[in-house]
């Protein structure tokens, strides 16, 4: 019964998560609108979503660790000094993929 509020293997995915997203889009380059910025960013988002996708067919997670791994991820892209605007933007992108997609 405990083990199903065990949360660690999902908070070390998002943080992992979030780490890869900032190695391949660093905060600098969120205020850049040239076309290739915005290309950068509309790939690194989709391999992020993917991979969360993938992590939860895998673990079959339910609504709380879904919501575990979303805000997991929310906290550590602001830790890493995404503006607050930007990291909702991203961070409902990955809740969405989540929700639509079945495990």
Request: charged share 30%; glycine share 6%.
């Amino acid at each position: 019964m405990l083990g199903m509020f065990d949360t660690r293997k999902v908070d070390d995915f998002a943080k992992s998560l979030a780490q890869d997203f900032a190695r391949r889009f660093p905060p600098a380059n969120e205020e850049r609108t040239d076309k290739a910025v915005t290309s950068q960013l509309s790939v690194v988002s989709e391999g992020v979503y993917a991979r969360a996708l993938r992590f939860h067919q895998e673990n079959k997670l339910g609504l709380f660790r879904k919501a575990k791994l979303g805000n997991t991820f929310r906290w550590q892209l602001k830790e890493m000094g995404y503006t607050d605007g930007f990291v909702e933007k991203i961070t409902k992108g990955l809740v969405v993929r989540l929700a639509q997609k079945k495990a």
